[in-house]
């Protein structure tokens, strides 16, 4: 199939467009975000193309793939023809409810022209989606190339916008952990974290927007992965790092308590709990090794990327079949 979709997550978008398709990506020249193209840090393969909006009118699309409100109307714009409508759409949310949690209104409720598909079960079930018709498709992720080795006796965090996103992304609980032994923060505007949190550099060390490679090859050396989000939908990075074989601490929250089986390392809502469980696995590297194993079979069971997209083929097919 042609499938429309704009590159809005990088991971999850890394994931999907591995399948058997071919992916049209829109790009503009200021590679705005309703143009962002192709994506510069993560691998993608060759049957994601680039495409402009102005050649998008005259290019065959089996079916667009949304994933903000504003996209429906910025679709019928560039290919002349309404989503849902004219041609089938299925609309993916990524992310969990913002505002009046349980009673939050999705913005695609009581719509009857496309499927609205959560990332996770938990999404499905906070998010009020009226009427319309929902289904789950959960993660999938590309195998990292590296393994889990955790020499260093240091502690691994990936948050993007840590200083915007603060209590929901768990950041000021860093510091009970840099008490422990040195975190190393990866993600998106990172830098400067150390002294928003009062910390010395050498208790909590950014490292703003690296490669994603480059990311999991430092990864797999530290001792354990902390998960410490509060309120947001399930992290790739969290399920990458367990794939490699990272023991993880993590909050009890939101999809975690499904990912994260307890022989993994941790799981909590109770931070002093996740506090003793961080400084077990730094005290006993064999403990975390086989932590880290648990955590690499459930991953590898539940979000393989072979499942993902067989899943998503099963969807796609239905629903371009029940339009015609």
Not at 78 to 106: C, F, M, Q, S
Not at 211 to 232: D, G, S, V
Not at 233 to 255: K, R
Not at 281 to 291: G, I, P, T, V
Request: with cysteine; charged share 25%; proline share 6%.
């Amino acid at each position: 199939m042609n499938l429309l979709l704009w590159h809005v997550h990088g991971s999850w978008t890394t994931s999907f467009v591995h399948g058997k398709h071919r992916y049209l990506v829109p790009v503009t020249p200021d590679r705005g975000p309703y143009g962002l193209g192709r994506a510069r840090t993560y691998p993608w393969p060759d049957s994601a193309v680039e495409v402009t909006p102005e050649d998008l009118r005259d290019t065959d699309v089996d079916l667009v793939i949304l994933q903000r409100p504003e996209e429906i109307d910025l679709a019928a714009e560039w290919l002349g023809r309404r989503p849902g409508r004219d041609v089938p759409a299925i609309y993916v949310e990524h992310n969990t409810p913002k505002g009046d949690v349980p009673n939050t209104r999705h913005p695609m409720a009581d719509r009857d022209d496309l499927l609205l598909t959560h990332v996770t079960a938990f999404n499905e079930l906070f998010w009020d989606n009226g009427a319309t018709r929902t289904t789950v498709v959960d993660h999938g992720v590309v195998p990292p190339a590296v393994e889990w080795t955790g020499e260093l006796d240091r502690l691994a965090v990936v948050i993007n916008e840590p200083v915007r996103r603060w209590r929901v992304t768990g950041t000021d609980l860093l510091a009970r952990f840099a008490a422990l032994a040195p975190l190393d923060v990866y993600g998106m505007k990172v830098d400067g974290l150390a002294a928003h949190l009062g910390l010395p550099e050498d208790r909590l060390t950014s490292h703003d927007d690296v490669p994603q490679h480059a990311m999991h090859t430092e990864l797999a050396k530290r001792r354990a992965y902390l998960h410490l989000c509060r309120w947001t939908s399930l992290g790739l990075s969290l399920i990458e790092a367990m794939t490699m074989g990272m023991p993880v601490v993590a909050l009890a929250t939101t999809e975690a308590v499904e990912a994260v089986p307890p022989a993994a390392g941790a799981l909590s809502t109770r931070v002093d709990t996740l506090v003793d469980a961080a400084r077990g696995l730094l005290d006993d590297r064999e403990s975390a090794r086989r932590a880290g194993a648990v955590a690499r079979a459930a991953a590898r069971d539940r979000y393989g990327l072979e499942r993902f997209l067989a899943d998503w083929d099963r969807l796609l097919e239905e629903e371009v079949c029940a339009s015609r």
